[in-house]
C-alpha cells in the first residue's frame, strides 16, 4: 500500500499529479470507510450500463427471418421451369410454367425485400448498440483513471502514517482494498465491451451481405424472367445461372446463420462474465 506504482506500468497511464494534489488535500481520515465512494459508485453504474447495452438487441429474430427466407429460396428452384417428360408433360410447357413461376417468385420477391428491409433495420440497430458501448468504454476508462488518482493520495497517506505496536492499520488500507476489487471489475470490463463488439460487427457483416444478396438475387431473376422493363415476347430463362444466384444467397444465409450463432454464443459469455464482476463488488 505504500506505493501504488505497479498498478501504472505498461500503458496503462498514470494519475494525473494535479488531480491526486487534489484529493489529498481534502483527504479526511475520519470519512476513510467513505473515500473515493463517488469514484466506486460511478465505476459500478458504468459497468451496470454497459451490461445493459451488451443485453440490447438480441437477434433471435433475425436468424427467424432467414430460416425463412431459406426455406423460400428452396421452394424456387429453377428446375421447375422445366417442362415434365412422359405422359405428364402433354398438359404441360414451357410457357405455362413459366407464368406459374413469376408469380410464385414474384411473391415470395415481395416477401424478402421486406426481409431484406428489417435486416438492414438490425445492421443499423447493431451500430446504435455499438455506439453505446463506446460511450460505455470511455466512461469507465475515466473512472478508473480516478480510482487510480484517489488510490495514490491513500497511498501516500499512508506512507506517512507511524502505526504503533498495538495500533490497528490506517482505516485507508481496509478501504482501498475495496476500491481495488472495484478497479479490477471496471478493469476486466473493458476487454468484455470489445468483445461484445466484435460479436455485433461479425453479425452485422453477415445480415449486411444477406441484405445485399437478396437486392442482387431480385434484380438477376427479373431479367432472367422477362419481367424487367420492356418484356420480350420469348424468354428462355437460364435456369444454370438463375441457380448459381439462388445458391450464392442461401450460402449467405447459412453462413449468417452460423454467425448468428456465434454472436448470441459470445454474447452470452460476455454478459455472464460481466455479470460476474458485479456480484464480486
Not at 465512494?37 to 438487441?57: D, F, K, Q
Request: hydrophobic share 45%.
Amino acid at each position: 500500500m505504500a506505493d501504488g506504482a505497479y498498478r501504472w506500468q505498461g500503458n496503462w497511464p498514470a494519475p494525473d499529479a494535479a488531480r491526486v494534489a487534489e484529493i489529498a488535500a481534502v483527504l479526511d481520515d475520519s470519512e476513510a470507510q467513505a473515500f473515493a465512494e463517488p469514484a466506486r459508485a460511478a465505476a459500478v453504474e458504468r459497468i451496470e450500463r454497459a451490461l445493459a447495452a451488451a443485453r440490447t438487441g438480441d437477434l433471435a429474430e433475425a436468424a427467424a427471418q432467414l430460416t425463412h427466407a431459406r426455406s423460400v429460396l428452396d421452394g424456387l428452384d429453377p428446375s421447375m421451369l422445366e417442362p415434365r417428360r412422359g405422359l405428364a408433360g402433354l398438359f404441360d410447357s414451357r410457357g405455362r410454367r413459366l407464368k406459374h413461376f413469376r408469380g410464385s417468385w414474384s411473391r415470395a420477391a415481395a416477401g424478402l425485400v421486406e426481409t431484406a428491409k428489417e435486416l438492414s433495420g438490425r445492421v443499423d440497430g447493431v451500430a446504435r448498440r455499438s455506439g453505446a458501448l463506446d460511450s460505455a468504454w470511455t466512461e469507465i476508462r475515466d473512472v478508473l483513471a480516478d480510482l487510480d488518482a484517489h488510490h495514490a493520495a491513500a497511498a501516500h497517506r499512508v506512507a506517512g502514517h507511524t502505526q504503533g505496536e498495538d495500533e490497528a492499520p490506517h482505516p485507508l488500507v481496509a478501504r482501498c482494498a475495496t476500491l481495488d476489487a472495484c478497479r479490477a471489475a471496471a478493469l476486466g470490463a473493458l476487454p468484455l465491451i470489445r468483445t461484445a463488439q466484435n460479436a455485433d460487427a461479425r453479425a452485422a457483416e453477415a445480415l449486411k451481405a444477406c441484405a445485399d444478396g437478396v437486392t442482387a438475387w431480385v434484380e438477376d431473376w427479373k431479367e432472367a424472367l422477362g419481367l424487367a422493363g420492356k418484356r420480350p415476347r420469348s424468354v428462355r430463362p437460364d435456369r444454370e445461372r438463375m441457380g448459381r444466384v439462388r445458391d450464392d444467397l442461401k450460402a449467405r444465409i447459412d453462413r449468417a446463420l452460423a454467425e448468428l450463432t456465434a454472436s448470441r454464443s459470445r454474447r452470452a459469455d460476455v454478459e455472464g462474465r460481466m455479470t460476474g464482476l458485479l456480484r464480486s463488488l
